[in-house]
């Protein structure tokens, strides 16, 4: 059976290498283009706003005409700004990847303004919050993870200067270094440690990354200054202690010290990130490459006891493959390819609708879930945001996708970890999910800053569903049902060819490929 999915692994390593603009295959480009579109669907002035009212340069009474942001950008969210970092990122993509001029002028205008602001300023700050947050987060006071937010932003900038030649962009990476080294130096080890303990991204990541391009050594020095003993201990003796840990604040810890080994050659850094990887992907990973339930990790090998609706926090999945790449780029394995191939074709590429490129913050396990999609310029979620980056950033993992030969894939079974009688289904490198409809579905049911409070009300029937036989699983050719979508904008979605049908008439496709409906990974 001839597939569409042939195409998805037909750009070699050599290729990407040699010539970066070389069409993207499908379905990478599908999704590709409806992230340029989201983005483009946000201006610049809107983006900016709450950093201009920080700077004193505008306020909140007085937008003149500016659309303000909502969700977790809205001006009374403490994560203001993220977006904004994402935003950078994925428009310095959309500049390597296409030369788009209108990416590259609007990337330029969002980092004119941060200059501006930070100039107004006058210290080097820059932010979309005031410079407090950092003291309450220094004072253990409650605050909502001000690092992490600021560590978007540093790494928006530093993608604009490598990626789309943006040489303000550097400079105003700068002098936000310079002020990150001057608040942090005076701080005590009880003080850092304090500070700490409050979610702080991949601030440690990208303040190297600065120091890697600029040498200058009160960045690596304060890169260090987010150094947390309280989880590198247990890497450095091979411990796992990754539960109940909150994993998108862990993964960022690590890819630190990859990026520090690759400065540094510091040894010990590397092997930590190596035992974290290995060990996470063999005995804390589900089916589509994902982590985490509820956004926190669990006992080694206890997948099955975490089959939920909250599963797979998809910014974890994107830093897991950061830390993948980084890996593979110190020493080539196939296992590492492996992981990149599985996490990227049925987590990343899933998480993007078909339609209008809206996105999904979890990729859900539960049988009868379904993807709760984000709402344009409401919703910000974190995963929004780092989804403008992965889906306009395919070129990094193309040289993963490794399985070109159909001929040779078969069906194959992988029991969920700690429940064997529940079976995830492969065909190749795709994972294989069912279609459920959509009895009893609640679309947009849930308030756009809480996703925990969506209730899925799966139908009893529909918890236990079974796969059967596999030998008797035999090649669907029924059309994709097109009625969640409007016909006029249909030409969007390139429908695979790629589908089954079990003895219970459920048709079986790649997870990707089910959008607007409820579906099971896990069978019974």
């Not at 050599?14 to 992230?35: D, S, T, V, W, Y």
């Not at 247990?234 to 796992?240: E, G, Q, Y």
């Not at 078909?354 to 919703?379: C, H, I, Q």
């Not at 049902?481 to 006029?488: A, I, L, V």
Request: proline fraction near 5%; charged fraction near 25%; glycine fraction near 8%.
């Amino acid at each position: 059976m001839k597939t569409l999915a042939l195409i998805v692994v037909a750009l070699p390593m050599a290729l990407a290498a040699e010539n970066k603009h070389a069409p993207l295959p499908e379905p990478f480009a599908g999704n590709f283009r409806r992230a340029r579109r989201v983005m483009m669907e946000i201006e610049p002035a809107n983006l900016t706003w709450m950093f201009r009212v920080t700077a004193g340069l505008d306020s909140l009474a007085n937008t003149n005409g500016i659309e303000r942001l909502g969700g977790w950008e809205a001006p009374g969210i403490e994560l203001r700004g993220h977006t904004c970092g994402h935003w950078l990122s994925g428009m310095a993509n959309v500049v390597r990847e296409t030369d788009d001029p209108e990416a590259k002028r609007r990337g330029a205008e969002v980092v004119h303004a941060l200059a501006e602001c930070q100039r107004a300023i006058g210290t080097g700050y820059v932010s979309a919050f005031p410079e407090d947050f950092i003291d309450r987060a220094i004072a253990r006071k409650k605050v909502w993870a001000p690092w992490y937010t600021l560590h978007k932003v540093l790494a928006g900038l530093l993608d604009q200067y490598e990626k789309a030649g943006n040489a303000e962009a550097l400079e105003v990476a700068r002098g936000f270094g310079d002020w990150a080294w001057r608040k942090l130096s005076p701080l005590t080890p009880e003080q850092l440690a304090t500070m700490r303990r409050n979610e702080f991204g991949g601030i440690g990541d990208e303040l190297w990354r600065l120091y890697g391009i600029t040498r200058k050594e009160e960045y690596a020095k304060a890169a260090e200054c987010f150094f947390d003993p309280t989880v590198m201990d247990d890497l450095t003796a091979h411990r796992d202690r990754f539960a109940p840990k909150h994993m998108n604040t862990f993964v960022p810890k690590v890819l630190a010290e990859m990026r520090k080994w690759r400065l540094t050659g510091d040894a010990a850094a590397r092997d930590r990130a190596e035992f974290f990887f290995k060990t996470a992907v063999e005995h804390h990973m589900f089916a589509p490459g994902c982590f985490s339930d509820k956004e926190h990790c669990f006992a080694p090998d206890t997948q099955g006891d975490h089959l939920t609706g909250v599963t797979g926090e998809s910014c974890v999945t994107y830093n897991m493959l950061k830390l993948a790449k980084a890996l593979y780029e110190a020493e080539p394995r196939e296992w590492i390819a492996d992981y990149i191939e599985r996490a990227a074709l049925n987590h990343i590429l899933a998480q993007q609708e078909p339609v209008e490129g809206r996105v999904t913050y979890f990729m859900p396990v539960m049988t009868g879930s379904y993807k709760l999609r984000n709402r344009a310029n409401d919703t910000f979620w974190c995963c929004v945001g780092s989804a403008m980056e992965s889906q306009t950033g395919w070129r990094d993992y193309l040289f993963a996708f490794r399985h070109m030969d159909e001929s040779k894939w078969t069906f194959r079974l992988e029991p969920a970890p700690g429940a064997p009688e529940r079976v995830a289904l492969f065909y190749g490198p795709w994972l294989m999910a069912g279609c459920l409809g959509t009895e009893g579905m609640r679309k947009d049911a849930t308030r756009s800053l809480n996703y925990y409070e969506h209730d899925y009300t799966v139908p009893e029937h529909l918890r236990h569903v079974r796969l059967g036989d596999v030998g008797k699983i035999r090649p669907c050719t029924e059309t994709f049902d097109k009625r969640d979508y409007p016909t006029e904008r249909i030409k969007d979605f390139h429908a695979s060819k790629l589908a089954f049908v079990n003895e219970d008439g459920i048709v079986i496709k790649p997870l990707h490929e089910i959008n607007g409906e409820r579906w099971v990974v896990y069978w019974n």
